[in-house]
């Protein structure tokens, strides 16, 4: 029973108290680009969490087992990378037959996912704070919900922001800057929620 | 000042109560629980990083290899061909989610017709056609027009508005703050929605319709929540710009453009084209020639002549001095004896055309419709040679 208090605190650490997008700052430049329409901030967290998740698993393996018995640690910031750029590039190859229509709405967002830094960050944590592969499993997928989250109440927020009198120097990313530090503020709320 | 301290040193304090270091700091590398080595052996070391290196980089490639032929998406080339000619505005036109998605089903469904992209005309219908090997049928071309011209200094407002900027809003509040509830309401819904930059608000909160960039897409007709914008063949350029349907009385209270249902124009007109239904004229396409004639009769300037510049008539050297041009001019321009070549009060032209039309042997020039005239006999003129 510990093991499954364990995995939701996870789950809920990395979605909430330690939202990606919102108290990390990470994962910028994709959150401002595809929130601007509901519908490709949709597709997008869908696509991030299931490429998060398998991304994690296969990295977590690779250094458990073929890394750390080679002493080649210090490689793990390249190979994640490398695992990620391979599994975007299939990703890419096999939507496009599967589901076109989606494939077409992304465009752009899927190749980007790689340049996402989150993508990153949640293998490097699972090295860092020694999860189990379980373990490792959940937090990529709290940081995929956390940052579905933080992208479906940025495109809901956006776009009513088209239609309001913003002044004009403010308009389009300067607002969205500001409205995702509000936002930010918000979910600091959530701190403490978890004690350890 | 002690307690002030104090209160200091409490609300300090509070920030402490979740130790935040902790969940900000990564732990990562070396000296955040992961162990430093003692001693490191190069030789080795190298070794299994250029093996690891190499091996993982061969097995991603063969699986994306493996991948891109499994799943490889069989395309037509013609289908990148097609998709090379269309316009690419993603208006949705043709009927279909994305240019992409009708490119696709111009080449495989023989009952899609070629000519569907509008914003990439006629050249590009040729071609798509071409290219499927379909026949492509030339449109005509059509603009959209704003069938409103009670802009902010010739209309009323009921109340005074203060919501979200766009007309789909506004309609929600009792239909909109104009006191003509057919009116346009002047929020910019169309000029937002346009992909191809063809509508800008004019000073007086009226769409101006750009008619070399317009591609009657219809993405300005289906997001109007008035229905004011009508997508019409572009030569159709005399049309009543009003869509009201309240009593003259009412009409002349809330805006000083409106039509009033007076009939003038039913009256004036010699071919018959304008009907009155409902508190509003319509002219009918079919019978209408565009002479303008009822622009300059209607007593509030409600219908509106899209053709900006008429240019005048010139009589040419074929006349045969049958006067019957002479009788058609509404407004006396033309002088002339029987039998002898008639001329055109240039001061008194209003460029309507009728004379063009009525002329039995095409000796009017210079309207902006005897050119149109003159293909068109020619061209009736051939049917009939080749026929008999």
Redesign the interface.
């Known amino acids: 029973m510990n093991e499954f208090v364990k995995l939701f605190e996870l789950i809920i650490s990395a979605s909430l108290?330690?939202n990606f997008v919102f108290?990390w700052f990470l994962g910028l430049c994709i959150f401002f680009g595809v929130s601007k329409k509901m519908e490709t901030a949709l597709g997008m967290s869908v696509t991030f969490t299931a490429v998060m998740m398998i991304s994690a698993a296969i990295s977590w393996v690779?250094y458990k087992f073929?890394?750390v018995p080679?002493?080649?640690?210090f490689?793990m910031i390249?190979?994640f990378i490398?695992i990620v750029a391979?599994l975007v590039?299939?990703s890419d190859?096999?939507m496009?037959?599967?589901a076109?229509?989606l494939y077409?709405k992304l465009g752009i967002y899927l190749a980007l996912i790689s340049t996402n830094c989150i993508i990153l960050?949640v293998p490097?944590?699972n090295?860092?704070?020694?999860y189990t592969f379980i373990e490792s499993l959940a937090f990529a997928f709290g940081s995929g919900a956390g940052f579905s989250l933080a992208l479906i109440i940025m495109a809901s927020i956006r776009e009513k922001l088209e239609?309001?009198?913003v002044p004009k120097h403010f308009k389009g990313l300067p607002m969205a800057f500001i409205v995702t530090g509000m936002i930010a503020l918000a979910f600091t709320g959530f701190?403490?929620l978890i004690k350890? | 000042m002690y307690e002030v301290h104090k209160l200091v040193t409490d609300i300090l304090g509070l920030f402490q109560f979740a130790d935040i270091s902790q969940f900000l700091l990564p732990k990562v590398g070396v000296g955040a629980e992961i162990e430093a080595k003692e001693a490191i052996t190069m030789a080795p070391l190298i070794k299994y990083t250029l093996i690891f290196l190499a091996g993982m980089s061969t097995v991603f490639g063969f699986v994306l290899a493996f991948a891109a032929k499994k799943f490889a998406v069989k395309i037509d080339p013609r289908v990148e061909q097609v998709n090379d000619v269309l316009a690419h505005a993603h208006c949705g036109a043709c009927g279909y989610a994305g240019c992409e998605q009708y490119a696709e089903a111009v080449v495989k469904d023989p009952n899609v017709s070629p000519s569907l992209c509008i914003p990439a005309g006629e050249k590009a219908a040729l071609k798509v056609a071409e290219i499927t090997g379909k026949k492509a049928e030339i449109k005509e071309k059509e603009l959209a027009r704003v069938m409103c011209q009670g802009g902010s200094d010739k209309s009323q407002k009921k109340y005074a508005y203060e919501g979200v900027l766009d007309c789909r809003a506004a309609v929600l509040a009792g239909g909109g703050d104009k006191s003509c509830i057919y009116g346009c309401l002047g929020y910019g819904t169309c000029e937002s929605v346009c992909p191809f930059d063809a509508i800008k608000m004019g000073s007086d909160s009226l769409p101006i319709i750009d008619k070399d960039k317009c591609t009657a897409c219809r993405k300005c007709e289906a997001a109007c929540p008035k229905k004011v914008i009508e997508v019409l063949p572009a030569s159709k350029a005399v049309l009543v710009a009003c869509h009201s349907r309240d009593k003259g009385a009412d009409v002349r209270k809330f805006c000083k453009v409106g039509c009033i249902a007076c009939g003038m124009c039913v009256k004036v007109c010699p071919f018959d084209a304008p009907k009155v239904d409902k508190n509003l004229a319509k002219i009918d396409m079919d019978k209408c020639r565009v002479c303008g004639l009822c622009v300059t009769k209607c007593p509030t300037n409600a219908i509106e002549d899209f053709i900006t510049d008429r240019p005048k008539a010139t009589v040419l050297d074929n006349c045969i001095g049958c006067q019957i041009c002479l009788k058609a001019c509404p407004v006396d321009a033309i002088t002339g004896e029987n039998k002898k070549k008639h001329s055109v009060n240039q001061e008194k032209c209003i460029g309507c055309g009728i004379c063009a039309i009525k002329c039995p042997v095409q000796a009017i020039d210079g309207t902006f419709n005897a050119e149109q005239i003159r293909i068109a006999k020619q061209k009736a003129k051939k049917e009939k040679e080749a026929a008999a």
């Open positions: 108290v330690n108290t690779v073929i890394m080679l002493n080649i640690e490689l390249i190979v490398g391979g590039q299939g190859t096999i496009r037959k599967v076109p229509a077409y960050a490097l944590m090295v860092g704070n020694k239609l309001a009198d701190a403490g350890h």
